[in-house]
């Protein structure tokens, strides 16, 4: 099932088909292939990379993500808040929420606020749906979603920890899960590991692709 996607470490992850979709690309592999679609989840520096976007980008990519990021890129792009869906040549992409519920940088303050407008995606291409959690705590909002891939965050402190990701596994209504967000900044291969043995749904760990 995973043959077209690529894990390229942290947060990013490139998935094939009809057209080249990626989603919050960072620290890109030297002579990554141009992108038909950027999906950007929000505007921290490890998910909304101008200099990586450039990198795959052509005149005809469409960046899509909140209004935090498209109001910083050039070229074609569509802002899309939680809950709304857009179709790019046949690409169905849904914003799903993405916020902190218990991960704090200061007394009150979490690092990912619902109010700011983070986002997942739930993306739709050839027959097949993959979700993107984004950066996010395990939320109720995660019970709606239904797709054949899941990646979801495991490495703790800004996102799920593993035993929280897995929780939240629960909840979700996908055939595979592919664990993400570590490896770059905070978290481990060790993290990917006890979420895969957690999870009561099917896991893959990729290996961080170089191309």
């Not at 490890?46 to 976007?53: E, K, N, Q, R, Y």
């Not at 978290?187 to 760990?205: H, K, M, T």
Request: proline residues 7%; hydrophobic residues 40%.
């Amino acid at each position: 099932m995973l043959t077209n996607v690529s894990w390229l470490g942290h947060d990013s992850v490139r998935i094939e088909g009809s057209k080249r979709i990626y989603i919050d690309p960072w620290k890109l592999p030297q002579g990554a292939p141009p992108a038909d679609l950027v999906l950007v989840t929000h505007d921290h520096y490890d998910h909304f990379s101008a200099p990586d976007i450039a990198s795959v980008s052509t005149p005809a990519t469409v960046v899509v993500g909140p209004a935090q990021v498209t109001r910083k890129v050039s070229g074609e792009s569509r802002t899309v808040a939680a809950g709304d869906t857009v179709v790019v040549d046949d690409v169905s992409v849904t914003a799903m929420p993405a916020y902190n519920i218990d991960k704090f940088k200061a007394p009150g303050q979490v690092f990912h606020p619902r109010s700011d407008g983070m986002l997942g995606f739930v993306v739709e291409m050839d027959g097949r749906r993959y979700y993107h959690a984004g950066d996010t705590d395990a939320i109720p909002e995660m019970a709606q979603v239904d797709a054949d891939v899941a990646f979801v965050p495991v490495s703790g402190t800004y996102v799920m920890t593993a035993d929280e990701a897995a929780k939240a596994c629960r909840t979700l209504r996908v055939n595979l899960v592919v664990p993400i967000h570590y490896g770059d900044i905070v978290g481990s291969l060790a993290d990917a590991q006890r979420f895969q043995q957690l999870c009561v749904l099917p896991v893959e760990i990729l290996p961080r692709s170089q191309s």
